[in-house]
């Protein structure tokens, strides 16, 4: 059977749809998965071995430039390639407008989220066959309880596997020997830890004997992650460079500290000590998952500060790495 899965974005998005993809690859082997991904995302898919081939789409990049002839003719091209694929099936794990649009151009029954329980409820009149997700669960499980609908099989929940490969470091990257990536970046400015707080926590990592690094995707990134250097001689900046490549630094780190952001749930995918900090957004339904993932999330209680997010990295460590005796000062 030939399936293909539409999760075009975000990147958080796209990772919590791999532990389903191992749902199928234990309970239906039969299945043969491709994926249709936001063309940015697309070199985090195909870390996952079991997908075959990944169709990139720019529904970003398309949508400023609506009436251009380039933008049309790549609609149509991935049109006729998801035609060609000749597919079984489409599930739409994402439950919007615009993915029921993609799922759509395959020409293939489409499986998805009833009107009820997808994000965007008008999605589902798109879809051949709907299926009852209960709201109010993590986008993980949601996603593994619709796959397990839509292709007949039982998911064992207590499972937390990802499958993903770790990818080769970047050409000429040296690794330290302990390394702690610190993923600032995030896609809006209230999401943002306070520069002050990262050059503090930075601080700490090195006087524990752990190497900071990070890196940036655009001027004002470079900006903060020149300035924690600056402040913390030791950090190591990363250029601006592909998803693929930070994947093989991020998945090789001993901790990740970051923002929410798609990254730090890359690093919980990797099963990397992972802690997000959360200080606007809430992470019960969305935050990363993985066997050594941990969230700091700002309350009227308590501040996200630098003490709470390394007594939570210290924690993750220990549970990682029982032998080690350090502690981050």
Known sequence: ??????????????????????????????????????????????????????????????????????????????????????????????????????????????????????????????????????????????????????????????????????PSLPAGFELPERPAFL???????????????????AARLVGSGLTPITTWSNDEERLVAEAIRAAVTQTIVVPKSRLGELAGIIGRSELVIGADTGLAHLASAFAVPTVAVFLTTSPGLTGPVGPYAATVAATPDEDASPDVVLREAERLLSERQPKRTSTIS
């Open 1 to 166: 059977m030939k399936v293909l899965i539409v999760k075009t974005s975000s990147m958080g998005d796209v990772i919590h749809t791999f532990q389903a993809v191992e749902d199928i690859g234990r309970h239906r082997p039969d299945v043969s998965l491709d994926w249709c991904v936001e063309e940015a995302f697309a070199d985090i898919v195909a870390l996952h071995p079991a997908i075959r081939a990944v169709h990139r789409v720019a529904l970003r990049r398309w949508r400023r430039s609506l009436f251009d002839t380039t933008t049309w003719r790549e609609a149509v091209s991935l049109r006729r390639a998801l035609r060609a694929a000749r597919y079984d099936l489409v599930i739409d794990a994402q439950g919007l407008l615009k993915s029921a649009f993609v799922s759509r151009l395959a020409g293939a029954p489409v499986a998805g989220l009833d009107r009820s329980s997808a994000r965007e409820g008008a999605a589902s009149a798109f879809y051949n066959y709907r299926f009852h997700v209960p709201l109010g669960r993590h986008a993980v499980e949601r996603t593994r309880r619709l796959m397990a609908q839509a292709l007949d099989y039982e998911a064992d929940l207590s499972e937390l596997a990802t499958g993903i490969r770790l």
């Open 183 to 201: 993923l600032h970046g995030t896609s809006r400015a209230d999401k943002k830890w306070p520069l002050d707080q990262w050059i503090a926590t």
